[in-house]
């Protein structure tokens, strides 16, 4: 046995990996005694996705030596989709190729899934003049982006030192989200004295935001026509980050 | 500003549009001292809509000056369908040609929907020898027309002093729904004496009914051979009616 | 009239049809004095259907004399479609060659269902060599079916003295779902000390187990590469009984 972790919700698990589905069709996730780990750009290399799961996350974490083991999340995704509200995850692997998976609860399903060759390029994350920090709820972000989309496929995020702006604009209507600190949805607002604006896809958003319960915090950080870094935890103590590039128009307002 | 008119739920300002926008593209709104009314015939002419919102309905009515506006029954629907239940709607004109909307609730958001020409032929609604008036449930009614559609896309209303009946009849086949005074989902019927009996397009029932709660009542006239009245109340004091003309086949029953 | 048979409701009747309608497009249906039988085989071959129906499950069971009725599953289906949760279920049938049937509720609806010929071969249900006797809620067997699904067309139902295993092949990963007294699933095991293994269609036991609630009981009887039995009660008193024949494969393990 090369490895055996314990997760004690395999729904919650499900709901990270279908959110990784979105952007990839594989994933090399590097397995050691600090957890787990995955890093990747996306196809269209508008988003870096990055995952850490700290072993204290996980019920059981035994694992002999550092490993890389990368598979098809669609076919995960779907092993996955059959747990049910109580079941317990385990991911195990051994000698052969194959990840286990199993779904234990009042049955006890077991998955081979094979695994494929692991290809993993060194990825740094940047660090970027960011001017904006928000801790909103993700709920609000959400439905902002579901307005804007009414009418664009770009959302400017927006920011004075009282409010977050969420704006689209179509060739004859437009969109516009407010929120301050009076409202439920905004949580925390740092501004720096300059101009913050930047406009994202909004398909972007929406794939990373639709496995979110509305009531999510979710960490934003933007400027000037830079990406975008949003963030989110798992359980107090794990972290999926994404940082999606800005989108750079002609003749914007 | 030319008028701010507040009405407390957008949710149900939703699905009063969601009814005329199966039938009509575009409407033109009178917006007035007495409050919104609108009336048109749709494109097949079959069907005559008739809506009356007093200002009383709406928690804040403040209007300048009388004024007629048209706008995209779909687009103005894709923004009501983003309310929240407790959301409040207001709607908004000033000097541009825009109608602003804004759907306030834990956030505040606001789209600008451009106004069209106002095309507005005076329309009279006919009064017509109704034999039959009926007060019925709309769930009963629902269910009386998904029954006849199982055989035919007509369906005919009937009565007799005693009882209202529902009959669609199919090559091989024929569906009779029935509603007497004991029955919970007829709550009145009056009956001249003399046959009563019409036949209309189930398509268009369907559309009609389909947002309305299964516990709202629908009064409805007919006769025979002539026109169908539909109507139902938006909080006691809206109306909103609408006149189906019948259905003419040869060798009937 | 020649019978007038009343079951008290219309909705456990409809799941029961449903069930039906997934194997055939008409069925024949023998009325008389003891109940209301059927017996078919679906045009694949693959499955030999059973239902016995005794006069006691029904709240007036009148019948004149022996009759057999067919008529197309499909339109009687989308008839009970209709019925509410309440709805009481009345098939009569007079001189005519129709199928009245009622629902009624709230509302009293009548539908008259034209009857075809009906051609009723006779057909034995053969005895077999089973070794395997379990008593599985439909729950446990539906998510071993699905997930079986995931990899395969076929299961395997393999048992032990300790356990029943459901197993699937894929070309390069497989699934297994293993119930053990332990498990809530699996109520009762009687396993002869010989092999017992076959293989069945996944499609065959989805379009069976589809009506079933997660907690409903159904006995399952195999062997060794011979027909699955699959049985569940109606009310305690009604019978489905379902033959399926086995997958013969090549090269197994």
Do not use: C
């Not at 989309?149 to 770009?154: A, F, N, P, Q, T």
């Amino acid at each position: 046995m090369t490895f055996e972790i314990v997760f004690d919700s395999a729904r919650e698990f499900e709901s990270l990996i279908a959110t990784l589905e979105k952007f990839f069709d594989e994933a090399v996730f590097q397995v050691n005694m600090e957890g787990i780990q995955m890093r990747a750009i996306d196809p269209s290399r508008v988003v870096l996705v990055d995952l850490n799961l700290p072993e204290m996350l996980f019920s059981k974490y035994s694992v002999e030596s550092e490993e890389a083991i990368a598979f098809d999340l669609k076919r995960f995704l779907k092993v996955l989709k059959l747990a049910r509200s109580r079941d317990t995850l385990v991911l195990r692997k051994g000698g052969e190729n194959f990840l286990e998976v199993g779904l234990l609860g009042d049955e006890n399903t077991w998955f081979k899934l094979p695994l494929i060759d692991a290809n993993t390029p060194e990825i740094e994350i940047p660090s970027l003049p960011w001017t904006v920090k928000a801790v909103v709820l993700a709920g609000a972000l959400k439905r902002a982006v579901k307005a804007a989309k009414l009418v664009s496929d770009s959302i400017y995020f927006m920011a004075t030192p009282e409010k977050l702006t969420f704006k689209a604009e179509g060739n004859d209507s437009e969109v516009r989200t407010v929120l301050t600190m009076e409202d439920p949805g905004l949580l925390d607002l740092e501004h720096k004295m300059t101009k913050a604006k930047s406009a994202y896809g909004v398909a972007y958003l929406e794939d990373i935001l639709r496995s979110l319960a509305d009531a999510d915090e979710v960490i934003i950080r933007f400027g000037f026509d830079i990406p975008l870094l949003l963030k989110y935890m798992v359980r107090d103590a794990g972290e999926v980050s994404f940082l999606i590039a800005p989108r750079v128009e002609e003749g914007r307002s």
